[in-house]
């Protein structure tokens, strides 16, 4: 009798302990997914990049798709030798790009494309160039053959906090190449004997089609 009593023991226990417990069998709650952190929101950044001193306004619609508009400007000056003479140039940076962000795990990395209205551009001395028997100064314009850049880039948003955020962006702009134009101070020498002198540059400058673009700024975000 005492072993029957032991089996049987043994044989109810699961169902006892089964019994004891709270079963939610709440179906929509025991299989709701669990949704990703909203990043969704308006944001102003202010920092510095290849345009120069850069601020953007962001909006992310939800955790998937973004908006921007980067805007910057600076300047940028050189004072030294090149190819044998002195050399002075300074350049003007800037531009405002629209670019589209799609957020391809719903956190903070993005890749981006879009399109930039840059305005880059450069004017340039050389000093005491030699042109066989005198000696002149040249002056030469950089410009943009085209000044509107498509874009693609790699970036990243990482919040501190509640409001403030960390945002940076890496890549290239697509242009046309830049055009260079040159003179020379005395009126001796030829169309043709100047641009000798200024062959390499040009060529350097015609085949500058691709341009980097890095950025990095830090903000708030709504």
């Known amino acids: 009798m005492k072993s029957i009593a032991l089996i ?7 169902q006892a302990l089964l019994a004891s417990e709270t079963i939610d069998l709440d179906g929509t709650e025991a299989f709701s997914p669990t949704l990703e952190a909203d990043h969704s929101g308006l944001s102003f950044t202010a920092g510095a990049s290849t345009l120069g001193a850069t601020l953007e306004a962001g909006y992310r619609f939800n955790n998937r798709f973004g908006v921007r508009v980067p805007f910057g400007s600076g300047d940028l000056s050189y004072d030294g030798g090149y190819d044998g003479n002195d050399f002075e140039i300074d350049a003007q940076l800037g531009g405002v790009g629209v670019l589209a962000d799609f957020y391809p795990f719903g956190g903070g990395l993005r890749l981006s494309g879009g399109a930039f209205h840059t305005d880059y551009q450069a004017d340039f001395v050389a000093r005491d160039v030699d042109f066989g028997g ?80 890095v950025r990095f700024s830090i903000g708030m975000k709504f």
């Open 134 to 213: 005198y000696q002149a100064d040249v002056y030469g314009e950089v410009r943009q053959k085209e000044d509107i850049a498509p874009a693609v880039l790699l970036g990243y948003d990482g919040k501190i906090g509640k409001h403030f955020v960390v945002s940076a962006d890496i890549g290239a702009l697509f242009g046309k190449g830049f055009d260079v134009s040159a003179s020379e101070s005395s009126g001796q020498a030829s169309q043709g004997q100047i641009d000798a002198e200024i062959e390499e540059f040009r060529d350097l400058a015609e085949k500058a089609k691709t341009l980097p673009f």
């Open 8 to 14: 049987a023991a043994l044989a109810l226990a699961p």
